[in-house]
Nanobody, 116 residues
Framework: QVKLVESGGGLVQAGGSLRLSCAVS????????MGWYRQAPGKQRELVAT???????NYADSVKGRFTISRDNAKNTVYLQMNSLKPEDTAVYYC??????????WGQGTQVTVSS
């Protein structure tokens, strides 16, 4: 069973930074893509950023230029560096590992709260 464990969330003031980590129980190269998603209260879960095994990245328009997804292959860990945080970034952030079109795995989520 694949396990993803997120960490690094917390409370930060607007304009501040946080780095989220997602530790994966197996090599991240066994997945086609890794991603970060978020869900704010009363809203649907939305894509924040993805990183393919080939190194391609994709970001939601709302975070482009502020967030960066990266990985440490040796640690089987994916990161989300979040800068210039805004109150509207407040959400539970989830890590997702997509093995293929039929199999994907989620972490338990980490809360990010940005105060104005």
């Amino acid at each position: 069973q694949v396990k993803l464990v997120e960490s690094g969330g917390g409370l930060v003031q607007a304009g501040g930074s946080l780095r989220l980590s997602c530790a994966v129980s197996e090599s991240i190269f066994s997945f086609n893509a890794m991603g970060w998603y978020r869900q704010a209260p009363g809203k649907q879960r939305e894509l924040v950023a993805t990183l393919t095994s080939g190194g391609s990245t994709n970001y939601a328009d709302s975070v482009k230029g502020r967030f960066t997804i990266s990985r440490d292959n040796a640690k089987n860990t994916v990161y989300l560096q979040m800068n210039s945080l805004k109150p509207e970034d407040t959400a539970v952030y989830y890590c997702r590992a997509e093995r293929d079109r039929w199999a994907a795995y989620w972490g338990q989520g980490t809360q990010v709260t940005v105060s104005s």
